[in-house]
């Protein structure tokens, strides 16, 4: 039996419903229940019903399941897969801004540690930011980690946003140069940017979209050729999604890649779903506490 029958059957027979970012591997996209952005998933992991997921992803989008559902057995294949990003904010350096900015209201990327989210008024994800923020009625905001979604964030908004000075090195990377060559490379295709690039590439985008938003504006458009600015994976899944259309990668080399997104192989889904491990635990104050701030997103989204 070849790998991904073998996973479907376990799957199956265990009952554990497998959820995976659209950053993942392709194979691993097809063997998952579902497959989406961070919004998207941290919804599917509060609705399911299967007493156990696996999350093919990241860290911090496993441990949102964990918090949204502490009942549940939350599997993460590899254990190791963090992100760089969430693991730039310094816990210490957070409360020194809280008390420098006391009026401020802190809204913290769902890409953060769970102590982070616990320290944090509401969570938000590149899919809702700028709702989350004009939402709220303090005209302050600690905003963190990413000064790139800061950026984009206060473009949309009149209030004073305060950003933490963290970003991500997959998005962080992209230049003019990439965005040039392939405007000449493909002339006919929309640009796609996620608003984890810097300000000034996301000024050159034709939209500025998360991994969800990129999907659902590929689906509307009449357009038949899409220039795609995030991780590659999304390459796999917009193609898997739009058979009869072009998507091209903003850059081949070297490919924009998350290191921890690749981590997980399709061998870790099937050992993990067979010992049922490695499982994320997590201290049930800071559930509570990251958990109102995931809620309170959630309400709004
Ligand atoms: P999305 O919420 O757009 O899927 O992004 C998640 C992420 O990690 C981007 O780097
Ligand atoms: Fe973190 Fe960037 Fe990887 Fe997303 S792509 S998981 S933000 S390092």
Redesign the pocket.
Known sequence: MGIQSEIIRLKKKKNITILS?N?QKGEIQDIADFVGDSLELAKMARGIESSKILFA??R??AETAKILSPEKRVILPVIEA?????DMVDIEALKRMKSKNPKAAVVAYV?TTAEVKALSDICCTSANAVKIVNSLTEDEIIFLP?KNLAAFVQRQTSKKIIPYNGW????DQINENDISRAREKYPNAILFIHP?ARERIQLMADYVLSTGGMVKKAGELGDEEFIVG??EGMIYRLKRLYPEKKFYALRDKPALR????KKTRIEDIKIALKEESPEITLDSSVIESAGRAIERMLKLS
């Open positions: 970012h950053y992803g990241v911090f989008m963090g992100c760089e990003m969430a890409n990413d991500c090195y997959v998005h984890e995030t991780e998350c290191v921890n997104m």
